[in-house]
Nanobody
Framework: VQLQASGGGLVQTGGSLRLSCAAS????????MGWYRQAPGKQRELVAA???????NYADSVKGRFTISRDNAKNTVYLQMNSLKPEDTAVYYC?????????????WGQGTLVTVSS
């Protein structure tokens, strides 16, 4: 299974970006799809996650500003980020739990850099 993330870049405070992460390969079903981020000198943290039924979970720091969604037909997860702040600057990683046969494995994307200038 391969994950291809895209959509990062440089944006000013208050701006918006949309991240995408597409999964490909041997996939029977995808359970949880999520986005994590890691800022310089900090641990990787969960930003948002969405399960196959559509329920979502957000870090408190992004509630009301970020929206996670998924397209099951395309095996793709999105993260719409609005009202960006300098503290949102980080490398964003997608994480996908893939069910293949009787097994479930988690995969990480390669990371995409988001830089928010003040």
């Amino acid at each position: 299974v391969q994950l291809q993330a895209s959509g990062g870049g440089l944006v000013q405070t208050g701006g918006s970006l949309r991240l995408s992460c597409a999964a490909s390969g041997s996939i029977s079903r995808i359970n949880v799809m999520g986005w994590y981020r890691q800022a310089p000198g900090k641990q990787r943290e969960l930003v948002a996650a969405i399960i196959s039924g559509g329920s979502t979970n957000y870090a408190d720091s992004v509630k009301g500003r970020f929206t996670i969604s998924r397209d099951n037909a395309k095996n793709t997860v999105y993260l719409q980020m609005n009202s960006l702040k300098p503290e949102d600057t980080a490398v964003y990683y997608c994480n996908v739990s893939v069910v293949t046969g009787s097994y479930e494995f988690a995969y990480w994307g390669q990371g995409t850099l988001v830089t928010v200038s003040s």
